[in-house]
C-alpha cells in the first residue's frame, strides 16, 4: 500500500550514482529551460513574475515523491497559466492582491479536485475529454495565447478575454507602438524561432556534436534574457519605452493557506475542474508516451495524486496552477533524467535561482518574456488536424472545429466546456445509430459476412443480423425499427437471428426492446434467435425472463444457426465448394 501511494520507495530503493549523475545533468537542462517559462508563464496568468519561480519549487519535489512517471516534468504551462487568468480575471482585476489569493485559492481547489479524483480511482473521467476536443482547444488557445503577448512585443496596452476583443484592442492601440519595445521584442523572437528550428542543426553542421547541439539549442531562451537585459541595462531602454520585469523578490516563499472565501470558491469551482481535468489529459499523454519509450508503466490514478499533490504544494508555496509540460518533459526525457528525483534537483535549481537571480532580472524586458511565450505555443498549433481529422471522421471534426471556433469567439472555458458536450452529444448520435448489417455465409465456410461487401449465400426465410454496437437507451428503438422494418418488407421470413458478436452490454431499455421484438415477431409467426452472445451479456439475460419467453434459440455461433435453421442450404453450399475444390485439383 504504501509503495503504491509512495512511489518513491520503488525507485529510491534502486537508486544508485549512474542515476544521480543522468538526473543531475537532466535538472541543470530543465532549469536553464523553466526559469525564463516560470517568468512568462506567471505574468501570463496575470501574476508578478517571481510566482512562476515559486511555482516552480514545491511541486516539483512533491511530484517526485508521489508521480509514476520518470521523465515528466512538472510546472507552469502556458494553456493552464490562460486557463487561470480567465479564470480570475471574473472575480478581480489583475495586480489586485484579491487576484493573486484567487489564484492561489484555484492551485489549492485544483489540487484537491485531483486527489480526490486520485483516491477515488476516477481516471477515467478524463476520457471524457476526446483527443479531437484536447487538440482543438490546446490549438485555439495557443492563437489565443500567442496573440495576447503580441501588445508586449509591439509596446501597447491591449487585452482581451478571446482572439475577437484582443484583434479589436490591438488594431486600436497601433497607434502608439513603442519602436524601442519592438527593437527587443522581434529581435528576440526571431533568434527563438531560429534556435528552436534550426540551431542544432546549424551547430551540427560545423562540427558540434548532436547532445552538445541539442543542449546549447536549449539554452536559447536563457541567451535571449541575458542579451537583452544587458542591452535594456546598457542603453537605458526602461527610459524610451520599454517595459521591464521590475523588482524581484528575492528569498524562497513564505507558506501561505489559500483565502477561505466560499464565494469566491464557488466562482471558481467549475474552472478549477476544468484546468484540473485538462491538465491531467495532458500530463498523462505526455507520461504515458515517453513511458513507452523504455517500457516503462505509467499509474493513471497515482498521476491524479501526484498532480494533486503538486498544486496543493504549489498554493501553500505561493504559485498557481501546475502540471505536466509536453515540451519540458521531453527535454528532460532527452537529456538523461532517470528518476523522478530529476525534478527534485529541478526544484533546488530553481530554489537558488529565486534566491541569488532574481536581482539580475530587473531590467528584464516584458517584451523578451513575450517572445519566449510565442515561440513555445506556437508549436502546440496543429490546425493540420482539422483536415487529417475530417477525412477520418466527420463527427470528430465536428467537435475539433467547435471547441476551436468557441475558444477562439468566447474564450477558454466555453471552448472546452462546448467541446465536451458537443462530443457526448455527438456520441449518444452515433450510437443511437448502431450499424447493422444483414449478413449470409460465404460459401465453403463457416464465416458470415454482410451481403452488400460480399459474394455470400443466404436462406430466404432467414434473417441474419449482425448488431456492430452495444444496447443501451440511445439505440435499443433503432434495432425494433430495423427488425420491424425487414420483416415487414420480406413476408417469407420466418427466423430472425441476432449476432451479437460485438455487444458488451445490454442495458435495461435495450432489454425490454428485445422482449418487445421477441413478442412482436412470436405475434408474425416469426421466430427469434441469438448467436455469438458474449458470457457477461449471457449472465445479465439469465437474470431476467427473456430467455425463459424466448421464441427461438441462442447458439454459440451462427453457423451452428444457420445449419439447424436452413440445413439444406448448408449442404448444398459445403458440397459447391467440395466439387470446387475437386475441379481445382484438391486446392481450396
Same mark, same amino acid.
Given at each position: 500500500?504504501? +509503495? ?12 544508485? +550514482? ?275 519509450? +523504455? ?294
Amino acid at each position: 500500500m504504501l +509503495r503504491r501511494y509512495f512511489p518513491i520507495l520503488t525507485w529510491g530503493a534502486a537508486y544508485d +550514482r549512474a542515476a544521480l549523475t543522468s538526473d543531475l545533468i537532466a535538472a541543470v537542462i530543465v532549469t536553464i529551460m523553466l526559469i525564463p517559462q516560470s517568468l512568462a508563464y506567471a505574468l501570463l496568468a496575470g501574476l508578478p513574475a517571481e510566482v512562476g519561480l515559486y511555482a516552480s519549487i514545491a511541486p516539483l519535489i512533491l511530484y517526485a515523491v508521489f508521480g509514476t512517471s520518470r521523465a515528466l516534468a512538472v510546472g507552469p504551462v502556458a494553456v493552464a497559466s490562460l486557463m487561470t487568468a480567465a479564470a480570475v480575471g471574473q472575480f478581480t482585476s489583475q495586480g489586485t492582491p484579491e487576484y493573486y489569493g484567487a489564484a492561489i485559492a484555484l492551485a489549492f481547489l485544483s489540487g484537491l479536485i485531483l486527489l480526490g479524483m486520485g483516491i477515488l480511482r476516477l481516471g477515467f473521467i478524463a476520457n471524457f475529454l476526446s483527443h479531437p476536443v484536447i487538440s482543438g482547444f490546446i490549438s485555439a488557445s495557443g492563437i489565443i495565447i500567442a496573440t495576447s503577448q503580441i501588445p508586449h512585443l509591439l509596446g501597447i496596452s491591449a487585452s482581451g478575454h478571446n482572439l475577437l476583443e484582443l484583434l479589436h484592442n490591438i488594431i486600436d492601440g497601433l497607434g502608439g507602438v513603442s519602436i524601442a519595445t519592438m527593437l527587443i521584442g522581434l529581435p528576440a523572437a526571431a533568434f527563438l524561432h531560429w534556435s528552436r528550428t534550426r540551431m542544432k542543426g546549424w551547430l551540427k553542421a560545423r562540427g558540434w556534436q548532436d547532445r552538445a547541439a541539442g543542449t546549447i539549442a536549449r539554452t536559447a531562451p536563457v541567451m535571449a534574457v541575458f542579451a537583452t537585459t544587458l542591452v535594456t541595462f546598457l542603453f537605458g531602454l526602461d527610459g524610451w519605452g520599454v517595459a521591464i520585469v521590475g523588482d524581484i523578490p528575492s528569498g524562497l516563499p513564505v507558506p501561505t493557506l489559500p483565502p477561505f472565501d466560499p464565494g469566491l470558491w464557488a466562482t471558481i469551482a467549475v474552472p478549477a475542474a476544468l484546468i484540473s481535468i485538462v491538465g491531467y489529459v495532458e500530463s498523462i499523454s505526455v507520461a504515458q508516451t515517453l513511458a513507452a519509450k +523504455r517500457r516503462q508503466r505509467i499509474d493513471p490514478d497515482q498521476e491524479l495524486v501526484a498532480l494533486g499533490a503538486a498544486n496543493v504544494g504549489s498554493a501553500v508555496s505561493g504559485g498557481f496552477p501546475v502540471t505536466g509540460g509536453f515540451a519540458r518533459s521531453v527535454v528532460n526525457f532527452d537529456a538523461g533524467a532517470e528518476t523522478p528525483a530529476a525534478g527534485a534537483f529541478t526544484a533546488v535549481g530553481m530554489a537558488l535561482a529565486t534566491v541569488f537571480l532574481t536581482p539580475l532580472l530587473h531590467y528584464l524586458p516584458k517584451a523578451t518574456l513575450a517572445a519566449t511565450i510565442i515561440v513555445a505555443v506556437l508549436s502546440l498549433v496543429d490546425l493540420g488536424a482539422l483536415r487529417r481529422t475530417w477525412a477520418y471522421s466527420r463527427i470528430d471534426f465536428a467537435a475539433m472545429a467547435a471547441t476551436i471556433l468557441v475558444t477562439l469567439g468566447a474564450g477558454v472555458e466555453a471552448g472546452i466546456s462546448a467541446g465536451v458536450l458537443l462530443s457526448l452529444v455527438l456520441h449518444l448520435w452515433r450510437t443511437s445509430r448502431p450499424h447493422v448489417a444483414i449478413v449470409g455465409q460465404v460459401p465453403g465456410t463457416e464465416h458470415f459476412r454482410n451481403v452488400e461487401r460480399h459474394a455470400v449465400v443466404t436462406a430466404p426465410d432467414v434473417l441474419s443480423i449482425r448488431v456492430d454496437e452495444s444496447l443501451y437507451f440511445p439505440n435499443a428503438r433503432f434495432l425494433e425499427d430495423t427488425v420491424y422494418g425487414h420483416v415487414a418488407a420480406n413476408p417469407a421470413i420466418r427466423h430472425v437471428v441476432l449476432m451479437f458478436p460485438a455487444v458488451n452490454a445490454v442495458d435495461s431499455s435495450a432489454l425490454e426492446s428485445l422482449e418487445a421484438i421477441n413478442a412482436r415477431l412470436k405475434d408474425s409467426g416469426v421466430s427469434l434467435h441469438l448467436t455469438e452472445v458474449k458470457g457477461p451479456v449471457m449472465d445479465r439475460l439469465k437474470r431476467s425472463h427473456f430467455l425463459q419467453d424466448l421464441t427461438g434459440r441462442v447458439f454459440l455461433t451462427q453457423y451452428d444457426a444457420l445449419r439447424h435453421l436452413a440445413p439444406d442450404l448448408t449442404a448444398r453450399t459445403l458440397a459447391a465448394c467440395r466439387r470446387e475444390t475437386q475441379r481445382n485439383g484438391g486446392q481450396a
